[in-house]
């Protein structure tokens, strides 16, 4: 149909374009003269001929050659031109007839008069009907001229007739006067001027039309063969560009047809100045060629304007179908995405808080996706009205208005369904919480009645009255029947939301039970009546009557005394059955008192859950509601310059920690429902998670920074004013820092009820790592407040303590005087304790509010840990304690606040300097294990320890094996040399470069001394060991002896069996055993260079250096 319409269409545009050619083409084609009077006026202007007007008696036109002297001159160009015009003027009919001419010759010469007839005989292009000639008047000259005409009559032979005239009204006898111009005796109203004013004008006009007739017929041309566009943009342009050609045609014909009125008032004007002024002939047809034109004119604008009108009415249907076509693109295209939103949008909610925002989302959605529905719904009525005003494209139009109806309908019905979806799920959400609540409520009322007056008659009736007064408010709040449950909301049972509505129900149930043993029990004891005792004494009155009864008595008296036996059971038998119940009442406390710590149990764990659940929910709400509206685009002209780009800054790793507790945690908490008492196996499990926390705490000054310099941004007030919250953002981005500190109160709660239960020690070891990192968060706070450090701070391994202490110092190199002045001047420090250095810093408190008031530490110096020592105790002072540096070079006095801190740190550093130590040894050993892989197996046992031990040491010095590598050697005839680390042993290797070593490492074991030690006091009777200067040197190398010089550095490692000393060279970094006879001689009374401390226990890590050889008693170090 849409095809019919555009055919019909186009062949009205067809037809009216035929019609409008046809009229152009009749103007082209009209007889215009080849010359115009604009191209010959000059000619025309010297009037040597002209055309009156005047008519023959049959009608034929009238030429007259007035007398012009000059006639021969005028050349025959442009005479041929004059007579070619003035011929080509007449109608074809007029001129078929034939042309008058009229020569006055009467005031020129004979000769000129022959000669002019001939020319003009010769010349005259058109036909003649008749030749008049006024001949001279002058007597000579007529008379030369009538005889010159009878001789000569011959050379004047025509195809017409030539008439000699000897006077004017001769000439009226061929033509009447009213034919002729003044000049000739006629009364005809000739002027040339006005004639060739006239002629001109027509004949511009003429050309004028010719040219409107063009311009019509190419825009014509054009219109025709335009293609429709296929968008709009290029319609409009079509449009726009065929309306201003349009208009500037329109505008060139209306002048045409000015001008053409303009001249046919000026043909009119002499017969509307004067009635009686007649007409002629040509001026009759002027009139009529100017009025053919000007009706060719309206023709052709008639035709012009019902043509564009089609064309117009094509455009502009042409520009709303594609306007209707884009618009429909883009509503399709919208609703596509927005029911493909909503298809997607098939969470139902896991919490009543979750779906209420989820609704508050479909809401939202929906207020936005209104714009585009009404936009789809405008454009289908608009189609409608398209197919109303009889557009040509019908059948394209029609189905996709309908379409159109069809996705705003289903949108609708969609986001209709999604509501009902999750009014459903908020509708059982509520039912849950209610049961939940209804749970929580009755685990409270059972743990807060109190067990011993529920022991009493009236304690058990009260609380057994408060249980019935309560399980009433059941039917309200709890859930009935699960089958009616499963059957009413199938529909949005999902496999989790089916869990917790079991978990829910099994709660219920689990209360429920909990409320019946309550119920059971409490009517025992409300049921149990005490009876009262009534005690029988016996009656030694009936016994002592009769000393020898006789057999009748003796019967009687067995009886009595049977029946007194039975008094006395009485009493005694009920005495027992109370016993046994009080044992049964005291079970039955004892049972209820377990049953009151798993209640308390399971409300911590509700309480965990709960606060968990919301917990998320708060995150999710904050990253939905304020992260992610950071990106979205209707919101950026909200959000401040300063704050775009600042999202990670802002929320820091807040979606990291929503997606563990969401995915992971919450889940695990939630599968330890019923064991309460197990959830500390689920805080062990994640600890390592749990340091997401500390990022997140590391960032928050930052964040809190940035949220104070923004705070009053539209943005945060817009999204705040979206999620309904009556807190600003920040109260909710420390939700993550309270949240980390609640566990360990939880988990102590926890505790506290769960002492003799299966995961107490787990809780207790949760609640531990808890604590540990809080300690780790609040420690990294610090750490990040260091300026100043050049290095990276995680080289220096792991933050093991920090705190502020009084430090005084003493440096051997340093000056006297600053020595006793440091002594008496403590320092304010801020102590940094980590795995391989302790830093000091200086504290220094800030301006501002908030994390802005934190304090910043500027870092002053820091000790490599491979070289420290400490001294425990301090004279004088509990809180005091020492760390050394560099043998002592330089010492730190440390004063903490209290005695148990400074414990906890020296504990703290010597744990440091033993896993040091540790590592030394377990390297020594690994290399010492290589080592003896690589060698032979040992010798025989020699009877000589000497000769064994010279052969052991022979070997390792021929293999230059590394001293260490002795350990994994092991010779029968010799004792085994001293394993790493044990008694006085340290490393060849100097503790000033321990990046040789290959790590931060300790080279002393813990050791204990006197005072008199730290003064250098060591026996000279007795060797110990520790390093030593040979004082005399042994340079003879024999088989069976270590060759050590003067001035060599050794250390005396172990002592043996049967006189023998280990010993190490440190010079030549040989080792061997050496008896002790010679090593004393050789050492003299050179003092061992070990480090001792002054007062209790040392702990050291530091370097020997080496001695001059005179030296015989170095100081101690």
């Known amino acids: 149909m849409t095809l019919s319409l555009i055919s019909l269409l186009s062949q009205d545009v067809t037809a009216l374009w035929l019609l409008l050619k046809t009229s152009?083409?009749?103007?082209?084609?009209?007889?215009?003269?080849p010359l115009c009077a604009a191209d010959i006026q000059e000619q025309l202007k010297k009037r040597f001929a002209y055309l009156s007007g005047g008519r023959g008696q049959d009608g034929s036109p009238v030429i007259t050659f007035p007398d012009y002297p000059a006639f021969s001159e005028i050349p025959d160009k442009e005479f041929q031109n004059v007579m070619t015009y003035l011929t080509s003027i007449p109608s074809l009919q007029d001129a078929g007839i034939g042309f008058i001419l009229?020569?006055?010759?009467?005031?020129?010469?004979?000769?000129?008069?022959?000669?002019?007839?001939?020319?003009?005989?010769?010349?005259?292009?058109?036909?003649?009907?008749?030749?008049?000639?006024?001949?001279?008047?002058?007597?000579?000259?007529?008379?030369?001229?009538?005889?010159?005409?009878?001789?000569?009559?011959?050379?004047?032979?025509?195809?017409?007739?030539?008439?000699?005239?000897?006077?004017?009204?001769?000439?009226?006898?061929?033509?009447?006067?009213?034919?002729?111009?003044?000049?000739?005796?006629?009364?005809l109203d000739y002027c040339h001027s006005r004639w060739l004013c006239h002629r001109t004008a027509?004949?511009?006009?003429?050309?004028?039309?010719?040219?409107?007739?063009?311009?019509?017929?190419?825009?014509?041309?054009?219109?025709?063969?335009?293609?429709?566009?296929?968008?709009?943009?290029?319609?409009?342009?079509?449009?726009?560009?065929?309306?201003?050609?349009?208009?500037?045609?329109?505008?060139?014909?209306?002048?045409?047809?000015?001008?053409?009125?303009?001249?046919?008032?000026?043909?009119?004007?002499?017969?509307?100045?004067?009635?009686?002024?007649?007409?002629?002939?040509?001026?009759?047809?002027?009139?009529?060629?100017?009025?053919?034109?000007?009706?060719?004119?309206n023709e052709t604008e008639a035709a012009f304007d019902e043509f564009w009108a089609k064309h117009q009415q094509k455009l502009e249907q042409c520009l709303q179908l594609r306007h209707f076509e884009q618009g429909f693109r883009e509503v399709k295209t919208t609703l596509d995405s927005m029911s493909q939103k909503i298809a997607a949008f098939t969470d139902v909610g896991n919490s009543l808080a979750h779906v209420q925002h989820l609704l508050k989302d479909l809401t939202s959605f929906e207020e936005k996706s209104s714009v585009a529905v009404d936009r789809a719904r405008a454009l289908s009525l608009e189609g409608q009205q398209l197919i109303e005003n009889k557009h040509y494209a019908v059948d394209s139009i029609h189905p996709k208005c309908e379409e159109l109806q069809h996705l705003c309908d289903h949108f609708a019905s969609e986001i209709t369904r999604r509501r009902a979806l999750l009014s459903k799920s908020l509708e059982l959400h509520s039912l849950l919480e209610m049961?939940?609540?209804?749970?929580?409520?009755?685990?409270?009322?059972?743990?807060?009645?109190?067990?011993?007056?529920?022991?009493?008659?009236?304690?058990?009736?009260?609380?057994?009255?408060?249980?019935?007064?309560?399980?009433?408010?059941?039917?309200?709040?709890?859930?009935?029947?699960?089958?009616?449950?499963?059957?009413?909301?199938?529909?949005?049972?999902?496999?989790?939301?089916?869990?917790?509505?079991?978990?829910?129900?099994?709660?219920?149930?689990?209360?429920?039970?909990?409320?019946?043993?309550?119920?059971?029990?409490?009517?025992?004891l409300a049921a149990k009546q005490t009876r009262p005792v009534q005690p029988v004494a016996p009656r030694p009155e009936a016994l002592t009557k009769s000393p020898s009864?006789?057999?009748?008595?003796?019967?009687?008296?067995?009886?009595?005394?049977?029946?007194?036996?039975?008094?006395?059971?009485?009493?005694?038998?009920?005495?027992?059955?109370?016993?046994?119940?009080?044992?049964?009442?005291?079970?039955?406390?004892?049972?209820?008192?377990?049953?009151?710590?798993?209640?308390?149990?399971?409300?911590?764990?509700?309480?965990?859950?709960?606060?968990?659940?919301?917990?998320?929910?708060?995150?999710?709400?904050?990253?939905?509601?304020?992260?992610?509206?950071?990106?979205?685009?209707?919101?950026?002209?909200?959000?401040?310059?300063?704050?775009?780009?600042?999202?990670?800054?802002?929320?820091?790793?807040?979606?990291?920690?929503?997606h563990f507790h969401n995915r992971i945690f919450l889940r695990e908490l939630e599968s330890c429902i019923d064991c309460p008492e197990l959830v500390g196996r689920c805080f062990l499990e994640r600890m390592e998670e749990f340091q997401i926390y500390e990022k997140y705490c590391q960032n928050k000054p930052r964040s809190e920074s940035l949220w104070r310099q923004f705070s009053d941004c539209p943005f945060f007030q817009e999204c705040q004013k979206k999620l309904d919250h009556k807190l600003s953002l920040d109260s909710y981005l420390l939700k993550p820092v309270q949240r980390i500190t609640k566990y360990q109160l939880l988990l102590k709660e926890m505790l506290k009820y769960s002492k003799n239960c299966e995961g107490a020690e787990d809780l207790q070891e949760a609640l531990?790592?808890?604590?540990?990192?809080?300690?780790?968060?609040?420690?990294?706070?610090?750490?990040?407040?260091?300026?100043?450090?050049?290095?990276?701070?995680?080289?220096?391994?792991?933050?093991?303590?920090?705190?502020?202490?009084?430090?005084?110092?003493?440096?051997?190199?340093?000056?006297?005087?600053?020595?006793?002045?440091?002594?008496?001047?403590?320092?304010?420090?801020?102590?940094?304790?980590?795995?391989?250095?302790?830093?000091?810093?200086?504290?220094?408190?800030?301006?501002?509010?908030?994390?802005?008031?934190?304090?910043?530490?500027?870092?002053?110096?820091?000790?490599?840990?491979?070289?420290?020592?400490?001294?425990?105790?301090?004279?004088?002072?509990?809180?005091?304690?020492?760390?050394?540096?560099?043998?002592?070079?330089?010492?730190?006095?440390?004063?903490?606040?209290?005695?148990?801190?400074?414990?906890?740190?020296?504990?703290?550093?010597?744990?440091?300097?033993?896993?040091?130590?540790?590592?030394?040894?377990?390297?020594?050993?690994?290399?010492?294990?290589?080592?003896?892989?690589?060698?032979?197996?040992?010798?025989?046992?020699?009877?000589?320890?000497?000769?064994?031990?010279?052969?052991?040491?022979?070997?390792?010095?021929?293999?230059?094996?590394?001293?260490?590598?002795?350990?994994?050697?092991?010779?029968?005839?010799?004792?085994?040399?001293?394993?790493?680390?044990?008694?006085?042993?340290?490393?060849?290797?100097?503790?000033?470069?321990?990046?040789?070593?290959?790590?931060?490492?300790?080279?002393?074991?813990?050791?204990?001394?006197?005072?008199?030690?730290?003064?250098?006091g060591v026996g000279s009777k007795k060797l110990a060991p520790g390093k030593y200067t040979v004082v005399m040197g042994d340079e003879k190398e024999g088989p069976d002896t270590l060759a050590m010089r003067s001035g060599d550095m050794v250390e005396v490692v172990e002592e043996g069996s049967e006189g023998l000393w280990y010993v190490r060279d440190l010079t030549s970094s040989k080792e061997g055993w050496v008896p002790a006879s010679s090593l004393s001689t050789l050492l003299g009374k050179s003092s061992s260079a070990q480090c001792l401390s002054s007062s209790g226990k040392t702990h050291c890590a530091r370097q020997l250096c080496p001695e001059p050889a005179k030296i015989l008693s170095p100081e101690p170090v």
């Open 202 to 297: 027509i004949e511009s006009f003429a050309l004028m039309v010719k040219q409107t007739a063009q311009m019509l017929q190419t825009f014509g041309t054009e219109l025709a063969e335009t293609e429709l566009p296929n968008d709009v943009q290029s319609t409009s342009l079509v449009l726009s560009v065929h309306t201003e050609k349009k208009a500037k045609a329109k505008e060139d014909l209306q002048l045409a047809l000015k001008e053409g009125n303009s001249i046919l008032e000026s043909l009119r004007e002499p017969l509307a100045e004067s009635t009686s002024h007649s007409v002629n002939q040509d001026q009759l047809d002027n009139q009529a060629t100017v009025q053919r034109l000007l009706a060719q004119l």
């Open 768 to 1016: 531990s790592s808890i604590l540990g990192i809080l300690k780790a968060v609040n420690d990294s706070m610090h750490l990040i407040a260091i300026t100043g450090y050049d290095g990276n701070l995680s080289d220096l391994g792991k933050l093991l303590m920090q705190g502020s202490f009084s430090v005084w110092t003493d440096h051997k190199k340093g000056h006297t005087k600053v020595k006793e002045l440091a002594r008496f001047k403590p320092m304010q420090r801020h102590l940094f304790l980590h795995e391989k250095a302790v830093l000091f810093c200086k504290k220094r408190e800030e301006n501002g509010e908030g994390y802005e008031k934190a304090p910043s530490y500027s870092y002053k110096q820091s000790l490599n840990m491979t070289a420290v020592g400490i001294t425990e105790n301090v004279k004088g002072d509990a809180k005091k304690f020492e760390i050394w540096y560099n043998a002592r070079e330089e010492v730190y006095i440390i004063q903490a606040p209290t005695p148990e801190i400074k414990a906890a740190w020296v504990n703290e550093i010597r744990k440091v300097l033993t896993s040091q130590l540790q590592a030394c040894r377990e390297a020594s050993q690994h290399r010492a294990l290589e080592q003896s892989h690589s060698l032979p197996l040992p010798a025989p046992s020699s009877t000589s320890p000497t000769k064994g031990s010279t052969r052991n040491v022979k070997k390792l010095e021929d293999r230059k094996t590394d001293p260490l590598s002795l350990e994994g050697y092991v010779s029968s005839s010799l004792p085994k040399p001293p394993e790493k680390g044990k008694g006085w042993s340290k490393t060849s290797h100097s503790l000033e470069a321990p990046e040789e070593d290959g790590g931060w490492s300790s080279a002393e074991e813990l050791i204990n001394s006197s005072d008199a030690e730290e003064d250098g």
């Open 435 to 524: 049961s939940m609540k209804w749970c929580d409520e009755g685990i409270f009322l059972l743990a807060s009645q109190p067990v011993d007056k529920c022991q009493s008659q009236d304690g058990a009736e009260a609380a057994l009255q408060e249980i019935e007064k309560f399980l009433e408010t059941g039917a309200e709040n709890k859930i009935q029947e699960l089958n009616k449950i499963y059957k009413e909301y199938e529909c949005i049972l999902n496999q989790d939301l089916l869990e917790h509505v079991q978990k829910v129900f099994q709660k219920q149930e689990s209360t429920e039970e909990m409320f019946h043993r309550r119920q059971a029990s409490l009517k025992k």
């Open 549 to 658: 009864p006789s057999p009748g008595s003796w019967r009687s008296s067995e009886n009595s005394s049977s029946e007194g036996s039975a008094l006395r059971r009485g009493p005694y038998r009920r005495a027992k059955s109370e016993m046994s119940e009080t044992r049964q009442g005291r079970s039955s406390s004892t049972g209820d008192e377990e049953e009151n710590l798993a209640i308390l149990r399971r409300h911590v764990m509700n309480e965990l859950l709960d606060t968990e659940r919301a917990y998320v929910e708060e995150l999710l709400c904050v990253l939905e509601g304020y992260a992610a509206e950071m990106d979205n685009p209707l919101m950026a002209h909200l959000i401040s310059t300063g704050l775009q780009n600042k999202k990670s800054i802002l929320f820091g790793n807040m979606e990291e920690i929503y």
């Open 102 to 187: 009229v020569i006055d010759r009467r005031q020129d010469k004979w000769t000129s008069v022959k000669a002019s007839v001939l020319r003009i005989a010769a010349s005259f292009p058109a036909n003649l009907q008749l030749v008049l000639v006024l001949r001279p008047t002058g007597f000579f000259q007529r008379t030369l001229s009538d005889i010159a005409f009878k001789f000569n009559r011959d050379d004047f032979k025509m195809k017409v007739p030539v008439m000699m005239l000897g006077s004017v009204p001769e000439l009226h006898g061929y033509i009447d006067k009213s034919q002729l111009t003044e000049d000739l005796g006629g009364t």
């Open 24 to 33: 152009a083409d009749e103007i082209m084609h009209q007889d215009i003269v």
